[in-house]
């Protein structure tokens, strides 16, 4: 049976999605210098990449990465770690557990990937303590692998530091991950609600003392329409950031995606009735 044509507000949603993952998946988001330090420790040897061969197969891309994880655990066995070698190497580890979780069936290799992957957001967290993306990258590694007492340490030491230093982007980061296991997980469920109520309070501050602006103002409205169910609320606020801000700028961007997520769909307006056409008497 063929598939339905989606909907419009279906592919809004998905367009959102996307959009809302760019914005608050913050801790999926890895620095770019990696690639070029990887340029520099290993100069012409790289294999050519995968998209550069005639028939792409996924061996391919496997042996790819894994070639760029050999040749910089090689570097790191012979230099002391930095933070840009292994944010290049966490990279490159996170493609291949993508790879081998869609083309492969190899339970082994899989948990030996994810764990080396996890030491390396440990060694980011003792290099760099005070960076809240490594611990929202290791909150989600041990989240996903089941390792609820050592994540709910992480997650404790990260809601502390985020209390005294405000960041309401890690703030939304967080939620979201806690939101997304509440089902199976219902005390991380309550610890996310507890946060919203907590970000909500820090926003109305801001708001009435006249110092919520920019980019945090967007933020609150993502609090607004995507936790507090305030779509009304959230809509008056994008308005305002679309009168005030530049058009080019990011936060502009953001809420005129946002804008077009909340907004109905042209079909989900209820449309009049079809009459029937009346055929003409002779």
Known sequence: MAKSKPRARDLKKQRWAGIVAGILALAMLLSLVGVYISQALMGNQQTALPEQQAEQQPE???AYYQQQIDSLELYLEENEPTEAVLLELADNYRY?????????????ELDQAEG??????LSLIELE??????????????????????????????????????DPLYH??????????????????????????????????????????????????????????????????????LEQEEADSKVYQDALSYRDYLQPAEDDITEPAVQPVQEDEE
């Open 129 to 166: 303590p005070d960076n809240p993306q490594y611990r929202l990258e290791m909150i989600n590694l041990l989240l996903g692998d089941d390792q609820d007492e050592l994540a709910t340490e992480q997650i404790a030491f990260l809601l502390g530091r985020l209390r005294e230093q405000p």
């Open 60 to 62: 391919d891309y496997l």
């Open 116 to 121: 080396k992957l996890t030491a390396i957001y």
């Open 96 to 108: 291949l557990v993508y790879i081998q979780q869609m083309f492969f069936d190899d339970q082994e």
């Open 172 to 241: 939304l980061s967080l939620i979201g991950m806690l939101n997304s296991v509440k089902e199976t997980k219902p005390d991380l469920g309550e610890l996310a609600a507890e946060e919203i109520q907590w970000l909500n309070v820090y926003f109305e501050e801001m708001q009435e003392a006249g110092s919520l602006s920019g980019q945090n103002r967007f933020y609150y409205t993502v609090l607004l329409g995507e936790y507090l169910d305030q779509r009304e609320a959230a809509e008056k606020l994008l308005a305002l950031i």
